[in-house]
T-cell receptor
């Protein structure tokens, strides 16, 4: 158990809908990262937050947004969902610096299926 | 830009024999390199990481990896495979000020009894 929790574990929804994925980092970790794992794209970095502020952005679609709250949990919002958004979404957290080389601990993921 | 290439999409070995999973990286700077393992329907678990200390890195469950700058490689090895090692393995790189991990496409390891 990494100490990172994600809810829900599974999510089934329809095209055009909006969903929110939630992540609670390990106790004491200030950085939260979101990754998408799909069969065609593999594991891709979406976005990083550090202590409430956006720090780095990857291949995140404009339809997707995220935030980190004062209690350090994070939410990833996916809107106007398309079939191609079906994937496993991972949250990871790391310690105090949020810098390169710091170990990222991954949650169990949320499996999203868009029908 | 940094990138990672895992040279084998699938590796199959017999239980008790050595495991070699190959990873090459591309980076303009001194990289931090990681190996993660993903068991079916599970999240990613860190096996080991290299961050410019010793070039031979020991990880969990008997795995180790050697950083070879001249070959831009970070191959993962284990002397004797166990059935529980069957999983997907990912090599990743993190470089400089960028905190994101760039992952390879993964290598599926199958262990034959």
């Amino acid at each position: 158990d990494s100490g990172v929790t994600q809810t829900p574990k599974h999510l089934i929804t329809a095209t055009g809908q909006r969903v929110t994925l939630r992540c609670s980092p390990r106790s004491g970790d200030l950085s939260v990262y979101w990754y998408q794992q799909s069969l065609d794209q593999g594991l891709q970095f979406l976005i990083q937050y550090y202590n409430g502020e956006e720090r780095a952005k990857g291949n995140i679609l404009e339809r997707f947004s995220a935030q980190q709250f004062p209690d350090l949990h994070s939410e990833l919002n996916l809107s106007s969902l398309e079939l191609g958004d079906s994937a496993l979404y991972f949250c990871a957290s790391s310690g105090r610096s949020g810098g390169a080389g710091e170990t990222q601990y991954f949650g169990p993921g949320t499996r999203l299926l868009v029908l | 830009a940094q990138s990672v290439t895992q040279l084998d999409s699938h590796v199959s070995v017999s239980e008790g024999t050595p495991v070699l999973l190959r990873c090459n990286y591309s980076s303009s700077y001194s990289p931090s390199l990681f190996w993660y393992v993903q068991h079916p329907n599970k999240g990613l678990q860190l096996l080991l990481k290299y961050t410019s200390a010793a070039t031979l890195v020991k990880g969990i469950n008997g795995f180790e990896a050697e950083f070879k700058k001249s070959e831009t490689s970070f191959h993962l090895t284990k002397p004797s495979a166990h059935m529980s090692d069957a999983a997907e393995y990912f090599c990743a790189v993190s470089v400089g000020g960028a905190q994101k991990l760039v992952f390879g496409q993964g290598t599926r390891l199958t262990i034959n009894p």
